[in-house]
C-alpha cells in the first residue's frame, strides 16, 4: 500500500506532530516501506499456528512462599496517631 503526501500530512495532524515541507518525502516513503512489510506479513499463510503470549515457551521462576520478615506490627503501629485492634483509624471520608 503505497501512501501519498495528502496521506502523511493527514496522519501528522492526527498525531499532532508538525512536518516540514521538505520532510515530508522521507516520511511519506518510510511509511509506505511500512506498510508494505505489513502487507507482506498479513500475505503469510498461518492457519494451523497457535497465537503464543510470548515468543519464548519459559516458565516463571518462583520462589518458596516463605515468610522472611518478623511481624513488626507493634513497632509500626506504636508511632501511628490511633490504632484500634491492630487496625489504623482513619478520619471519615464518604458520609
Known amino acids: 500500500m503505497a501512501l501519498d503526501r495528502s496521506d502523511v500530512e493527514r ?26 512489510l505489513i502487507n507482506k506479513m498479513q500475505a503469510v499463510d498461518t492457519t494451523g499456528i497457535q497465537p503464543l503470549s510470548h515468543p519464548l515457551e519459559a516458565t516463571q521462576r518462583l520462589r518458596a512462599d516463605q515468610v522472611t520478615e518478623t511481624d513488626q506490627r507493634e513497632e509500626l503501629q506504636a508511632i501511628a496517631p490511633a490504632t484500634e485492634q491492630g487496625l489504623y483509624l482513619v478520619p471519615r471520608v464518604i458520609e
Not at 24 to 34: F, G, W
Open 11 to 36: 496522519l501528522a495532524h492526527l498525531a499532532r506532530i508538525g512536518l516540514q515541507d521538505a520532510d515530508i518525502p522521507a516520511h511519506t516513503a518510510k511509511l509506505s516501506s511500512i506498510m508494505g
